[in-house]
């Protein structure tokens, strides 16, 4: 039995998370999650300490947590409560597609405690909007509501079994090649990705998982 929209305390430590995620030092914004229901709700908290790298810039003599920095640790929230839904998520990221109503509430220091309540509102296949609060004792630090997309990490083998029928012209081709005459030579098209090798300077093609040459700009 499913045990979707059953909440739970039980608690994912740091190990598991980092096998969720593929962000690591510095750029891993949460220590612990907490509560999880799936495909609706996760509760992680993060630990800030003066090792921060970002507290030696911002500022000196003055630590702050950037207030992006806390917008990050929402996504990365949501972001586990979403790859976990994905057998597949080492060929996978999650990337920034829209912010929306960010508000910053109170300064974070070190010593702080960020407790980071993420609810989703909208879950598609593979994109997903999402309502996140970030308090230290109780008060509101930062609020936002961010909107993430899952596309495939570059460089990353998907295994066929997989991916969609339409991702698949080479597997199509062949079948098609294999279905004819033995005798006869394999005939490739002109989009097969033996022959269509791009000139130098010409415009890249799309990539038939993503449907686009470009990823958003921002990565969670």
Same mark, same amino acid.
């Given at each position: 039995?499913?045990?979707?929209?059953?909440?739970?305390?039980?608690?994912?430590?740091?190990?598991?998370?980092?096998?969720?995620?593929?962000?690591?030092?510095?750029?891993? #914004?949460?220590?612990? $999650?907490?509560?999880? /229901?799936?495909?609706? %709700?996760? +509760?992680?908290? *993060?630990? =800030?300490?003066?090792?921060?790298?970002?507290?030696?810039?911002?500022?000196?003599?003055?630590?702050?947590?950037?207030?992006?920095?806390?917008?990050?640790?929402?996504?990365?929230?949501?972001?586990?409560?979403?790859?976990?839904?994905?057998?597949?998520?080492?060929?996978?990221?999650?990337?920034?597609?829209?912010?929306?109503?960010?508000?910053?509430?109170?300064?974070?220091?070190?010593?702080?405690? #960020?407790?980071?309540? $993420?609810?989703?509102? /909208?879950?598609?296949? %593979?994109? +997903?909007?999402? *309502?996140? =609060?970030?308090?230290?004792?109780?008060?509101?630090?930062?609020?936002?509501?961010?909107?993430?997309?899952?596309?495939?990490?570059?460089?990353?083998?998907?295994?066929?079994?997989?991916?969609?029928?339409?991702?698949?012209?080479?597997?199509?081709?062949?079948?098609?090649?294999?279905?004819?005459?033995?005798?006869?030579?394999?005939?490739?098209?002109?989009?097969?990705?033996?022959?269509?090798?791009?000139?130098?300077?010409?415009?890249?093609?799309?990539?038939?998982?993503?449907?686009?040459?470009?990823?958003?700009?921002?990565?969670?």
């Amino acid at each position: 039995m499913s045990d979707e929209g059953q909440p739970t305390s039980q608690v994912i430590e740091i190990q598991e998370i980092m096998q969720l995620l593929p962000h690591r030092y510095p750029f891993l #914004l949460i220590d612990r $999650v907490v509560e999880m /229901q799936p495909k609706q %709700r996760i +509760v992680c908290l *993060k630990n =800030v300490t003066i090792n921060e790298p970002f507290f030696q810039g911002h500022f000196p003599g003055y630590p702050l947590m950037p207030g992006v920095l806390m917008v990050e640790a929402i996504a990365q929230a949501g972001g586990a409560l979403l790859l976990r839904e994905f057998p597949d998520r080492e060929s996978k990221l999650m990337v920034f597609t829209g912010i929306d109503q960010a508000k910053f509430r109170r300064p974070v220091t070190p010593g702080d405690q #960020l407790r980071i309540e $993420v609810e989703v509102l /909208q879950w598609r296949s %593979r994109a +997903v909007k999402m *309502k996140g =609060v970030a308090t230290v004792d109780g008060k509101v630090a930062c609020e936002a509501t961010v909107m993430c997309q899952l596309v495939p990490r570059p460089g990353a083998t998907t295994p066929a079994a997989v991916l969609p029928a339409e991702t698949l012209p080479i597997s199509q081709e062949v079948a098609a090649a294999s279905a004819g005459s033995a005798s006869a030579p394999a005939q490739h098209s002109a989009a097969s990705p033996i022959e269509a090798k791009p000139a130098v300077g010409a415009a890249c093609q799309p990539n038939p998982l993503t449907e686009s040459n470009a990823l958003p700009e921002a990565a969670v």
